[in-house]
């Protein structure tokens, strides 16, 4: 079943790889969507793909690259629309 989520993700997530870490995870998956840095120190990700792919993302970003530390992580499903063929940084 094809699924999105939208995740906030806070702690120190930005210059330490976080963005390509999601970006590498998210393709070895098969996940399709995009991730940014947003202003305020955190980083958004948008996540479209089958159900278990997008739960073994998340999981994994729940932890983070090593070089960062996740302190907290929002997410929020989001209605499934196949409008992305590939995952992105942005």
């Known amino acids: ?3 999105a ?8 997530v930005q210059g330490v790889g ?5 970006r590498d995870v998210a393709m070895r998956e098969g996940i399709t969507g995009w991730v940014r ?3 305020d120190g955190r980083v958004q990700a948008y996540l479209e793909g089958e159900a278990e792919a997008v739960t073994r ?4 970003l729940r932890q ?3 070089s960062g530390h996740v302190k907290d992580v929002t997410a929020s499903d989001e209605p ?4 992305y ?3 992105e940084i942005r």
């Open 85 to 87: 063929s590939t995952f």
């Open 80 to 83: 499934a629309g196949g409008a």
């Open 64 to 66: 983070g690259p090593g």
């Open 57 to 60: 993302v998340e999981r994994l």
């Open 37 to 39: 840095n947003l202003v």
């Open 1 to 3: 079943m094809l699924i």
């Open 18 to 22: 976080f963005r390509y870490f999601t």
């Open 5 to 12: 989520r939208t995740l906030l993700i806070s702690g120190r």
